[in-house]
């Protein structure tokens, strides 16, 4: 029996809610994420996880997760899906329930019976359709995933940083294709692979692959996110629902910082190579009027610049969120006009190593300037 379970459509909103939050703009589609809940809880599923602890010593774990790009272009609602299909002329054999297949391909392949799944990253689909793919194929989720956050690829999860191989690889897409992935030379080329075949499905492939037993799926996640998610959508909702500042709220659950308060003036984006890539501009108010941030991502935030100096950096997060709702903005969804709070939290001290660094910090995504730990920066303001 699962240890936490969602129980209703207000718990659906909340969980939802906390994973936007730590999707840092990334993590799929929230409309998507809770038409996979409703349709779930309509079937009469039961809808939540387990402590890593529970997990049986005998099971095998997998993950499942959905790769490709964030972008406008990209649907994000079932209905979404269908109209692409007709637009393509290409029947829509599994849609949602690509994850569920890509199991079941994965087993078949490899010869294993997966025990129990575990979610790739933190966001408002791609954590959900593996809570979802879990409780249709009657098997435990696990409380924790493997980013801490939503990441755009794999050289930014645990696995990758503690040499656990993630192939091979069952991969799904909408309408029915399905192919086995059976090794990669490099991590990289994995991952390149996998927004190729994104951009060829028009839009996302399901991927199931990091087959581990217990005792390494213990010592590999992140534990516990699942229900700071839950928990932190929680706070949010009774901030709003009793007249207080959702946003102190948020800062104080992730022990965070306030980094910017303005309003979106801009939004410059394209889809590249399988994923979203921009940068979101926002001019000051209130106590900030005068000044000015850009934030730049790659389907997440990982740079930002305040008053064109370089400022907060991923690994740590990078979270944009409505004011006076406590919503996170997906970078698909966030546009010119919108009022917006710049939030800042630690990264999983994992993230910080010297070798997860060289995937994670502004070098890699191209940028003249070394990582420097959010609290360093906030104790020097």
């Given amino acids: 029996m699962p240890t936490r379970t969602l129980a209703n459509f207000q718990d659906f909103q909340d969980f939802i809610t906390g994973l936007k939050l730590l999707g840092t703009g990334g993590g799929g589609s929230p409309t998507a994420g809770m038409e996979m809940l409703t349709q ?57 329930r690509a994850p569920e297949i890509a199991i079941r391909e994965l087993e078949a392949y490899a010869g294993v019976r997966i025990g129990a799944i575990v979610p790739v990253e933190l966001g408002a689909s791609n954590t959900i359709a593996p809570l ?11 409380d924790g995933d493997y980013s801490g956050r939503a990441v755009p690829q794999d050289m930014q999860s645990t696995y990758f940083l503690k040499g656990v191989p993630a192939y091979p690889a069952a991969i799904v897409d909408w309408w029915g294709n399905v192919i086995i992935l059976k090794e990669v030379v490099t991590a990289e080329m994995g991952e390149r ?34 229900t700071l998610s839950l928990e932190l959508g929680q706070a949010v909702h009774r901030a709003v629902e009793t007249g207080r500042d959702p946003i102190a709220e948020i800062v104080r659950k992730l022990e965070g910082w306030l980094l910017f308060q303005g309003v979106v003036v801009g939004k410059e984006w394209q889809d590249k190579e399988g994923v979203m890539v921009g940068t979101t501009f926002i001019q000051g108010t209130g106590a900030f009027s005068g000044k000015s941030m850009k934030v730049w991502f790659l389907n997440e935030n990982h740079v930002c610049w305040l008053d064109e100096q370089p400022y907060v950096f991923s690994p740590d997060l990078i979270i944009l969120a409505n004011p006076n709702t406590g919503e996170g ?37 191209g940028f003249d300037f070394d990582y420097v730990p959010i609290e360093e920066r906030m104790r020097a303001k």
């Fill in 40 to 96: 779930a809880h309509s079937e009469g599923l039961s809808l939540g996880w387990i402590d890593a602890a529970e997990l049986p010593d005998e099971a095998f774990s997998c993950t499942t997760y959905g790769s490709g790009s964030i972008s406008e272009d990209t649907p994000g609602s079932l209905e979404e899906i269908h109209e692409l299909g007709r637009k393509r002329n290409i029947p829509v054999r599994y849609a949602y």
């Fill in 132 to 142: 979802v793919t879990a409780a249709r194929l009657g098997l435990p989720l696990v």
């Fill in 329 to 365: 903005y997906t970078n698909t969804e966030i546009k010119k006009d919108d009022p917006v709070v710049v939030l800042g939290a630690k990264a999983h001290p994992i993230f910080r190593t010297e070798r997860a660094l060289q995937y994670f910090a502004p070098r890699y995504w």
């Fill in 193 to 226: 692979i996998g927004k190729m075949l994104g951009v060829a499905a028009f839009g996302v492939v399901y991927f199931a692959n990091t087959l581990l037993s217990a005792e390494q799926t213990r010592d590999t996640i992140i534990p516990g996110t699942l």
